[in-house]
């Protein structure tokens, strides 16, 4: 049975619930919400009476609408300009205190405390930042060759034993004091025992 609404009506509702839940979620909506309501209940203290008994305050009544203006004011600034957010919580905040003074005991002090919750939320309220990636990380194949000229640079050589040569040292082999392979004489012979491939030199 087709009541005569649209069919894409409720197609754009639940657009519109979902865009309006997003631009919920990036300010401080219950904080705003509640520092303009304290101001609505404030005024609305100043329309009525308590038992026959009607309190108004401040020259003439004037901080009767001051000051709710001013937190109606500031829970509207807390919606459409959330950077500024905290400047508007504290002005509420004070002008919510004030109130207690100036309009009614502060709205028989239900727009007191709904004015220092709000103010409270705005103050305390942060944006939500998304979470940022992580580096990506390099594949251990190329750390791993980036690394190795600076590995080969600062270790000494093994294949030379982890000394490098220097002159004289029994790596280079024989010392000058050292007799030297091959000169006449073989080293591995005992003392005093003529080598084999020495001839005995002949007396004339």
């Known amino acids: 049975m087709d009541n005569g609404e649209p069919r894409n009506a409720r197609p754009e509702r639940l ?9 919920r979620r990036t300010r401080p909506f219950w904080g705003g919400l509640f520092t303009a309501l304290a101001g609505l209940q404030i005024f609305g203290t100043t329309q009525m009476s308590l038992g026959g008994l009607a309190l ?6 004037f901080l009767s609408w001051l000051i709710p203006t001013i937190l109606v004011t500031c829970g509207l600034l807390i919606w459409f300009k959330p950077p500024h957010r905290v400047l508007y919580a504290v002005v509420a905040a ?9 309009v009614n005991l502060g709205g028989f002090f239900v727009g007191l405390l709904l004015g220092l919750v709000g103010s409270a939320l705005g103050f305390a309220w942060t944006p939500d930042t998304p979470p940022s990636a992580p580096p ?3 594949p251990a194949g190329e750390a791993g060759t980036r690394d190795e000229p600076a590995d080969d ?16 040292t029994p790596e280079d082999g024989p010392g000058p004091d050292q007799p030297r392979a091959g000169a006449g004489a073989d080293l591995s012979a005992p003392d005093g025992a003529p080598s084999t491939g020495s001839r005995p030199s002949s007396t004339n």
């Open 94 to 102: 004070v002008t919510a205190l004030f109130s207690l003074i100036g």
């Open 56 to 61: 108004q305050m401040g020259p003439t009544g």
């Open 136 to 138: 990506a990380s390099e």
């Open 15 to 23: 657009r519109d619930l979902r865009g309006f839940r997003r631009w």
């Open 153 to 168: 640079a600062s270790r000494p050589d093994e294949a030379a034993g982890g000394r490098t040569a220097r002159p004289g």
